[in-house]
């Protein structure tokens, strides 16, 4: 009786003590302290325990516990300083408030103003962003741009597939007119505007985060994007010391090795961060072998609390074999999907047609100056040399035709070199068909300063100059004589005839100078709900070219063109309540000619009818925020006017000497869409996006009589335009998207990506439309579907933050074009194009220390 009284006694203690568990609730939320935003899944653990949350939209937090005493809680997010916030558990509710995290990286806010970055619910413009981590997980052997093929407005492909050769275009508008910013230093060709990305290649591994800015964007230098801009940030110097080793392998024999060290910041205020990589294999497509490197150096100097000093370098060289003739349907057919027409063997061994090099270093110190409490000057200095280029063959151009081709479809160089060796024997008459390198240097200094005011509580003004010289050395040189003892040059008026051997200039030699003064000034309102600006900007852009080949010594310098262009913005966000907001933006540019355009038959005699293009482009845009729930609409519409049109005319179509030109004036285009994204969390596991884009671009008028000139600037010929109606090419013009990831347990997530791409028109010269009878529109790709997988797991190793990612690209391996050019009936029987990539692989193993 007594045992049995004292175990219902010891039950009913239990239950009591039971019943008087406390339980705490802990509640706070998180703050990006440089932005003043919240921090969205932030990861919230109790130390020493899986007891955790993640933070919500709105960056807060709820945690549930029954442990008692004192704890600490540790907040963390990727790119921001970790805190520790000791808390005592003694049941009810402990609101910890806000909590603000910093960057983990030395100068990143300062960076960021130069950089122009957007703001969600203040900055009045259609913006998507992608970290560090997104990049990471998802990138893959995807091209650098193609991170960005699940966002709004945004076409991107590998092109013929070779290393770095991929582009984008955004809105319909090329990457000749989307402003492209690395730490807000802009990188597109002073000459031409194009942005080439095997420059870049390695950028990825020193990317902080990209955002895109569609439509005329927040930048504030004297940049006049039309389509939008791209902003992408690299790393800075870390606050903490520490490094990562990185390896990884892919498909076709791709593999990738990668450190990163960083002392952190030093009592003395230097901090040093260092990463390199290096990637080889072959490529998807046949003989697109490659070998990049990547560097990147940030050295940080605290001076004093008002004084902050930044020096980066990085570049990433590399080498590549390329695809860079499409061809038709047909020839696809009878070999394969992943052929390539621009490669045979030459002793045994793989010998390209077109092969890629270049390396673009770009080095900057910034200088970050708090000048008083409410004041601060933000001036970056940067320099970039140019050196590569990408061969061909030159003569007689014997690669185009297919009696030099063997049943496999290979060139057959060994012919092309036998014929070289016979003719330079018996005739002396050296190497009929070369190979040569197009050689494209460049030598770019520049220097941006950004001031900014803040005159009162609500109010603060913004200005700087952005000055830039840029110098484009231009020029083939013979690289390989294929069998021959020398090759007849007579594209020089100086030496004719010349017998030129490997190392010497032929073709052409010529360089391209570039002075660009740009200056802008920004008033910006804001208080709780209604954040607005204007701005204007001012820039006079003054060409010259230098001909080497076509003039005498004296006469090789051509006169100055100068054109003044201008920028006019405005906008305004308001946040309705704490969940919708509404945004309108509005502008006007009148920018610069592109060199081209002012120089359009590779003659000093410039194109003196040359004229500004003007943009006109209005948007609107709608935002809901929630707990879990993240959601934007945007309508936009863009007038794209006096479009710089020139055609050259070959000499032997007009009888003339030399080729003629003309100036085609007044074209016209208008870009207009919807552009809707989604994400919803229904908790801290899963993740849902969404995305699609609906454009209408199209030409919209026609041009008669265009007068063509001779190279003395004589009339002799009329031409006419034809394309009032036509759909702008060479866009997908409707793209979706739908993704999802889940954590399968801890630090382990799944996801994949669907991505689908519509009405898209085959790229076709706009000039080329003489015969107003024929108002088809180009051909019209078939649409096409890619659904890719992606797997990422963060685990510990003893003291060691291990992270494996796996990506798998096109897992059914769609067989899809992705570009294609025109052919003169409209149809697929003769349109050339570049089928996409199909299945490829690739994972990695990265740890952190």
Do not use: C
């Not at 008083?372 to 000057?377: E, Y």
């Not at 012919?415 to 070369?434: L, M």
């Not at 801890?746 to 990506?753: E, N, P, S, T």
Request: net charge negative; no cysteine; charged share 20%.
């Amino acid at each position: 009786m007594k045992k049995a009284t004292l175990l219902l006694l010891s039950i009913i203690a239990s239950l009591s003590l039971y019943a008087q568990e406390v339980t705490t609730v802990i509640k706070g939320t998180v703050i990006e302290q440089d932005v003043d935003q919240p921090v969205i899944g932030a990861s919230v653990v109790i130390k020493g325990t899986t007891i955790g949350t993640t933070s919500d939209f709105d960056g807060n937090f709820s945690l549930k516990t029954s442990k008692t005493g004192a704890v600490t809680l540790i907040i963390s997010f990727v790119g921001l300083q970790t805190i520790e916030q000791d808390v005592v558990l003694d049941g009810g509710e402990k609101n910890l408030g806000d909590q603000f995290m910093g960057s983990d990286a030395i100068g990143l806010a300062e960076v960021e103003v130069i950089a122009s970055v957007a703001v969600d619910r203040k900055t009045p413009v259609a913006v998507s962003t992608v970290k560090s981590e997104i990049i990471e997980e998802k990138l893959g052997t995807k091209e650098f741009p193609e991170i960005l093929k699940s966002t709004p407005g945004v076409y991107a492909t590998k092109q013929g597939g070779g290393f770095g050769d991929s582009r984008i275009n955004l809105r319909g508008f090329s990457d000749v007119n989307v402003a492209v910013l690395i730490n807000g230093v802009p990188v597109n060709d002073m000459e031409n505007g194009n942005v080439y990305w095997s420059n870049w290649a390695g950028l990825s591994d020193v990317t902080r985060s990209m955002q895109v800015q569609r439509g005329l964007g927040a930048s504030k230098v004297a940049v006049p994007s039309i389509g939008g801009t791209i902003n992408i940030l690299t790393k800075t110097t870390d606050a903490e010391k520490g490094g990562n080793i990185y390896y990884g392998i892919g498909n076709n024999g791709r593999e990738k090795i990668g450190i990163t060290l960083s002392t952190g910041k030093m009592e003395s205020g230097w901090a040093v961060t260092f990463s390199g990589s290096r990637t080889t294999g072959q490529g998807w497509v046949d003989a697109t072998q490659f070998e990049g490197y990547s560097y990147f150096l940030n050295v940080s100097k605290e001076i004093n609390k008002n004084h902050l000093l930044s020096f980066t370098a990085f570049g990433a060289p590399q080498i590549h074999g390329q695809r860079s003739t499409r061809k038709e349907i047909a020839f696809y057919d009878r070999y394969k999907t992943r052929a390539n027409p621009d490669w045979g063997y030459l002793d045994g061994q793989v010998y390209n047609l077109a092969t890629n090099f270049y390396h673009k270093p770009q080095v900057s110190l910034n200088h970050y100056w708090t000048i008083n409490d409410h004041s601060n000057l933000s001036t970056s200095v940067y320099v970039s040399i140019g050196r590569g280029g990408g061969t061909g063959t030159l003569g007689a151009g014997k690669v185009f035709n297919n009696d030099y081709r063997l049943n496999d479809g290979l060139l057959d160089w060994e012919r092309i070199r036998a014929e070289n060796v016979a003719g330079d024997t018996v005739g002396g008459t050296g190497s009929e068909t070369i190979m040569r390198a197009s050689i494209n240097n460049h030598n770019w200094y520049g220097a941006l300063s950004v001031y900014d005011n803040q005159i009162s509580d609500k109010l603060t003004f913004l200005g700087g100059i952005d000055v830039r010289y840029y110098k484009g050395l231009h020029y083939r040189e013979v690289t390989d004589l294929l069998g021959g003892s020398f090759f007849i040059n007579n594209d020089d008026i100086n030496a004719p005839n010349k017998r030129t051997i490997e190392g010497d200039k032929v073709g052409y030699n010529n360089d391209g100078e570039v002075y660009w003064l740009g200056g802008f000034a920004q008033l910006e309102y804001s208080n709780d709900r209604l954040a607005a600006f204007v701005s204007a900007a001012l820039s006079n852009t003054t060409y010259y070219r230098y001909d080497y080949f076509n003039y005498t010594p004296g006469n090789q310098k051509s006169d100055a063109f100068n054109f003044l262009g201008y920028s006019l913005k405005g906008g305004a966000n308001y946040n309705i309540n704490e969940h919708h907001n509404v945004f309108l933006n509005a502008g006007y540019l009148s920018r610069a000619p592109f060199f081209r355009t002012v120089f359009p038959n590779f003659r000093n005699e410039g194109n003196k009818d040359a004229v500004n293009e003007k943009i006109a482009s209005v948007e609107v845009g709608y935002g809901y925020r929630h707990s879990n729930w993240t959601l934007n609409g945007n309508f936009y519409y863009t007038k794209w006017m006096d479009r710089a049109f020139t055609r050259t005319i070959p000499a032997d179509q007009t009888g003339q000497d030399n080729d003629s030109f003309a100036n085609i004036l007044g074209v016209n285009a208008t870009h207009m869409g919807f552009e809707f994204d989604a994400r919803f969390q229904p908790n801290p596991k899963l993740t849902l996006t969404a995305m699609a884009s609906l454009g209408d671009w199209t030409w919209d008028n026609d041009i008669e009589g265009v007068v063509v000139f001779d190279d003395n600037q004589n009339p002799i010929d009329t031409l006419n335009v034809y394309i009032a109606g036509l759909k702008v090419g060479n866009a997908a013009q409707t793209t979706a998207a739908l993704g999802v990831s889940y954590e399968l347990f801890k630090g382990f997530k799944i996801g994949a990506d669907y991505n689908y791409f519509g009405n898209n028109y085959a790229e076709f010269d706009p000039t080329s439309r003489g015969n107003k009878e024929d108002k088809t529109d180009s051909w019209k790709m078939p649409d096409y579907n890619v659904f890719d997988l992606n797997l990422s797991y963060k685990f510990t190793i003893g003291n060691v933050n291990t992270l494996f990612t796996a990506n798998v690209d096109n897992i059914f391996d769609e067989k899809y074009i992705s570009d294609a050019r025109d052919g003169f009936d409209h149809t697929a029987a003769t349109a050339q194009v570049y089928y996409g990539v199909g299945t490829t692989y690739s994972m990695g193993l990265k740890l952190s220390f």
